[in-house]
């Protein structure tokens, strides 16, 4: 998967975010992922019970913002639950200053997972370009 963005400057990151910000571009989201991201809130807002506590984060916001990860990122073949774990311990992985091993393996074993989700799409995507990956703004 290479190495996680949130540690790059300068030049590079310029470089690396030129590449895919056309997908992620405030006009992109407008005009193409603003549909599919309201399709998700409404269905996990219809999902909540009526009834009882809510979780806003675990209830909503994760699976919402995993969900429109999925699309976003081709990873479509990802259950929002992993996608989430998955976020988390990259997260965990980088801001893990002291070395703690027990961090270090979960983040591995997050970045395995990532890859083989990679892995696993490259046949869909060599036999056709997948507009839900490089939509045109």
């Given at each position: 998967?290479?190495?996680?963005?949130?540690?790059?400057?300068?030049?590079?990151?310029?470089?690396?975010?030129?590449?895919?910000?056309?997908?992620?571009?405030?006009?992109?989201?407008?005009?193409?992922?603003?549909?599919?991201?309201?399709?998700?809130?409404?269905?996990?807002?219809?999902?909540?019970?009526?009834?009882?506590?809510?979780?806003?984060?675990?209830?909503?916001?994760?699976?919402?913002?995993?969900?429109?990860?999925?699309?976003?990122?081709?990873?479509?073949?990802?259950?929002?639950?992993?996608?989430?774990?998955?976020?988390?311990?990259?997260?965990?992985?980088?801001?893990?200053?002291?070395?703690?091993?027990?961090?270090?393996?979960?983040?591995?074993?997050?970045?395995?997972?990532?890859?083989a989700a990679i892995d696993d799409r490259l046949p869909a995507?060599?036999?056709?370009?997948?507009?839900?990956?490089?939509?045109?703004?």
């Amino acid at each position: 998967m290479g190495h996680n963005f949130m540690r790059k400057d300068g030049a590079t990151h310029i470089a690396e975010r030129s590449v895919f910000f056309p997908a992620v571009s405030p006009r992109a989201v407008k005009s193409h992922w603003m549909t599919q991201f309201q399709t998700h809130a409404d269905r996990l807002i219809d999902a909540l019970p009526r009834s009882g506590l809510v979780d806003f984060v675990s209830d909503f916001a994760l699976p919402l913002s995993a969900e429109c990860l999925r699309p976003i990122t081709g990873l479509t073949n990802m259950r929002y639950q992993d996608m989430n774990a998955w976020s988390q311990g990259m997260i965990d992985g980088i801001e893990n200053y002291i070395g703690d091993p027990s961090v270090v393996a979960r983040c591995h074993a997050a970045t395995a997972g990532i890859d083989a989700a990679i892995d696993d799409r490259l046949p869909a995507k060599e036999r056709r370009r997948d507009r839900r990956m490089c939509p045109r703004p």
